[in-house]
């Protein structure tokens, strides 16, 4: 009753809105893309004009999501006048990559700020919103978006189901990890039934890996150390390892198969990035609180999948992988 109350306040908003902004988080994965573009596809329908904003590049295995190549990475819609904001599977707007931008929406009187709203599902979630839809309990943001269209009563056409599809199948890890609930799958066959493209999603999501990036795959598993003591096991992937074609694509998905695969309590995959720091990436099918350990140091998530960045780069001693900076 108090999510309907909440999902009625949200459609509200967007019925009274003209123009709005939608947002998906940096570096962005299948569930804040297929929860964005899902949301654009419903607001076009409405007859409202409508922006997706990410930071970065949309990873090519997502062009297949209807409107998956209309996202603008270009600040400068943050100057454009817009009636709502909506971000999207955000724990924070720092996350989102937008803090900065929405900072300066404290616009001049002549204009009016747009209604924010913060649709997530992640137990780090800061409450940033004027209007906060975040449900801890909910498999992806895919999962909630498709109980908002449902709670108002909104029609979800294929293309919108192929999106949530997406979403719901990327964070359950095609429903393997904990994040797998009755309600996720009873989510993903509704959508199944609404037309969503099996087919398409899987293909793209998990038949996508090319013999380069299964070398490199060979090289980090050759890496893997495991601490018996704290039941951690852990593993690198250098700056360097993406060279002769292999790109930030070729590498996601490594700490979801050691958590699916690998009995250990924490799994931890450390990745070098460019600009000098260092990501990791925690998993759990333990009862351990990976989101408290992110939070730490300075990031966040779930309880069974967080993340984090640090700056350094990732040197190896006797006692394993540390961060240097």
Not at 162 to 184: K, M, Q, V, W
Not at 285 to 291: F, G
Request: charged share 25%.
């Amino acid at each position: 009753m108090h999510f309907d109350f909440l999902f009625k306040s949200a459609h509200d908003i967007l019925a009274r809105a003209e123009r709005v902004l939608i947002v998906a988080h940096k570096k962005p994965d299948g569930d804040t893309l297929g929860a964005t573009a899902a949301l654009r596809r419903w607001c076009r329908q409405q007859g409202k004009a409508v922006v997706n904003y990410c930071q970065d590049e949309v990873p090519p295995q997502y062009l297949y999501m209807h409107g998956a190549d209309r996202y603008t990475n270009d600040p400068a819609v943050f100057d454009e006048r817009h009636d709502v904001l909506v971000v999207m599977d955000c724990s924070d707007l720092r996350y989102a990559g937008v803090h900065d931008h929405v900072a300066r929406l404290s616009v001049p009187e002549s204009r009016r700020r747009p209604v924010l709203i913060n649709l997530d599902h992640h137990a780090t979630n800061e409450m940033y919103g004027d209007l906060n839809l975040v449900d801890a309990d909910a498999s992806s943001a895919c999962e909630l978006t498709h109980r908002f269209f449902e709670s108002v009563g909104a029609e979800v056409t294929q293309d919108m189901a192929t999106c949530l599809l997406t979403g719901i199948l990327t964070d359950t890890g095609h429903f393997s990890n904990p994040a797998t609930t009755r309600e996720a799958m009873e989510a993903a066959s509704r959508l199944l039934q609404l037309g969503a493209k099996m087919h398409d999603v899987s293909r793209n999501i998990q038949r996508n890996k090319s013999v380069e990036a299964l070398r490199l795959w060979g090289s980090v598993l050759s890496r893997l150390k495991f601490n018996e003591r704290m039941g951690v096991a852990s593993t690198v992937i250098f700056d360097s390892d993406l060279v002769d074609g292999v790109t930030e694509e070729h590498v996601q998905g490594v700490s979801n198969f050691l958590n699916q695969f690998l009995e250990a309590k924490v799994i931890m995959v450390l990745r070098e990035m460019p600009d000098g720091q260092v990501r990791g990436s925690l998993r759990s099918a333990e009862d351990v609180d990976v989101s408290q350990i992110a939070k730490l140091m300075g990031g966040g998530g779930h309880k069974k999948a967080a993340g984090f960045a640090v700056p350094g780069r990732i040197v190896e001693d006797a006692a394993g992988w540390r961060v240097e900076a």
